[in-house]
């Protein structure tokens, strides 16, 4: 093979280097080149092929209403329209293994608030509220059912009335309470109520029957009633239909 | 570079440019029930609804996986305020609210609206033409892709892109938009951002179905596009959008 490459002219052996270059690209394009790199239109089909292929994580509000009867009772209300993907994230890992992957459950107060805190730009009519006037500190879902959610059943006997107060009370963290717990209401009052006085709580301990830290109900703010604000009454410095205001 | 190293490196990429496609040609093959000619895909998005929870932009993150830092979006919300002498600012809102009353008293605001926003999707895409490896096109449902195997990251798309829907993905150093959730609306979804919104501002359909929650949105309201002096022909129409959106 040397002696035949060495006996042949220069310029022959020159154009045998061309001419396997030559071969060798024809190979290439023909066999090695993937098709996508010579037809536009077998590219389009990959990256569609490979752009379908992608994992999808949101499963669906359908796929949750097979399991869950949450989904009948939201239909009713205002969230109806909602999907449960909104608030619970994504769901079609769980709707593959439902006892090991577990969905979002938010109940904190700022995730209600990325939708129905007051902002300006939102439109008229979307219910908002002041996060800092209403019932502060206070998880929503203990009044608000997400899954049906509307204004909680809040006491009305004396709104008649006293409808400023109940309109105050109604976004304190008084809002459940009766009228009838701190003030008793002799049946006379409904008939002369100027002459006939509902009864006012008198005494620290009154207050201290929730708030004290010897109180055994939970979820209220406690105070030591030995150190805090010794000789005032607890109304002078908190209004009682409104405590949050300092 | 030597002639050696040069050698293997060409013989590496030659071969794993061919097994992988053949690897798509399999992808291609799982995927032959859907047909692409009978679709045409659009949004309607009604402005007046949006709320600016930034709930669409999460879940396109989720689905997608767009980096979370808030300078990524396939989606994104815009905070539109007026003032009265005119002046008009445009906020990019995070998915956490922002509170832009630090800068500007509510009594100042004329009037002020959320504009979701992402890729148009436009019939006549100014960032396909641009693209000089041919990475990006149009699907035949009228959906634009882009392969970030083929994408060398010049930007000449996002510079292109009249609407800002573009980003360079950081860690691919690709390009990378809004695709309508191609794996989605493939299998019967609607894309992430329609699946979560709480107020239904977004509405995906199918142009060519006869009746669809798009269809009605196109019959009930006047409608604009984005930008349309720059004869892009968006697919994706707002109803109630203001004079000052750009």
């Known amino acids: ?246 | 570079m030597e002639r050696r190293k040069f050698g293997k490196k060409l013989f590496t990429l030659v071969v794993s440019s061919t097994v992988f496609g053949g690897l798509l040609k399999k992808a291609n093959a799982q995927t032959k029930d859907y047909d692409p000619s009978k679709h045409y895909y659009g949004m309607g998005i009604q402005t007046n609804k949006c709320i600016g929870c930034g709930k669409c932009v999460e879940a396109c993150k989720d689905e997608n996986n767009v980096p979370k830092e808030p300078f990524f979006f396939r989606t994104w919300v815009e905070r539109y305020t007026i003032k009265k002498d005119g002046e008009v600012t445009v906020q990019n809102i995070d998915s956490r609210i922002t509170t832009h009353r630090d800068n500007i008293f509510e009594k100042e605001i004329l009037r002020s609206f959320f504009v979701p926003k992402l890729c148009n999707q436009c019939d006549n895409p100014p960032c396909v033409q641009v693209c000089p490896v041919g990475a990006t096109f149009k699907t035949e449902d009228g959906v634009i892709i882009v392969d970030d195997e083929r994408c060398i990251g010049c930007r000449y798309c996002i510079q292109a892109c009249p609407y800002g829907a573009r980003y360079l993905h950081p860690e691919k150093q690709t390009a990378d938009k809004c695709t309508f959730c191609y794996h989605r609306i493939t299998k019967g979804l609607p894309p992430a951002c329609v699946e979560v919104c709480p107020s239904q501002a977004r509405i995906f359909g199918d142009l060519k179905s006869g009746a669809s929650p798009l269809g009605r949105f196109k019959r009930l309201f006047k409608l604009h596009v984005l930008k349309p002096f720059l004869n892009t022909e968006p697919k994706v129409s707002y109803s109630d959008l203001d004079g000052e959106v750009r």
């Open chain 1, 1 to 246: 093979m040397k002696k035949f490459l060495t006996k042949l002219p220069e310029q022959a052996s020159r154009l045998l280097i061309v001419f396997i270059v030559f071969i060798a690209l024809v190979l290439l394009v023909r066999f090695l080149l993937p098709a996508s790199l010579k037809d536009h239109n077998i590219h389009i089909q990959n990256t569609v092929a490979t752009e379908m292929s992608r994992q999808v994580r949101y499963a669906g509000s359908e796929v949750c209403a097979s399991c869950h009867d949450e989904y009948n009772l939201k239909k009713n209300g205002y969230h109806k329209n909602l999907s449960c993907e909104t608030c619970h994230g994504t769901l079609k890992e769980h709707s593959e293994n439902p006892t090991e992957i577990k969905p979002l459950v938010p109940r904190q107060r700022d995730f209600c608030t990325r939708c129905h805190a007051f902002d300006p730009s939102r439109p008229t009519g979307f219910p908002q509220i002041n996060p800092s006037a209403h019932n502060p500190m206070k998880a929503c879902v203990s009044c608000h059912n997400p899954h049906d959610p509307k204004p909680p059943n809040v006491p009305q006997e004396c709104q008649a009335c006293h409808a400023e107060i109940a309109r105050t009370k109604a976004i304190s963290s008084h809002v459940m309470l009766e009228c009838t717990i701190c003030h008793e209401v002799p049946t006379q009052h409904k008939v002369a109520p100027r002459n006939v006085k509902a009864s006012i709580p008198a005494e620290r301990e009154f207050c201290g029957k929730c708030h004290s830290t010897q109180s055994i109900i939970k979820e209220t703010s406690k105070v030591d009633l030995a150190t805090h604000g010794e000789k005032y009454l607890c109304w002078q410095c908190h209004y009682p239909h409104m405590p949050e205001v300092e």
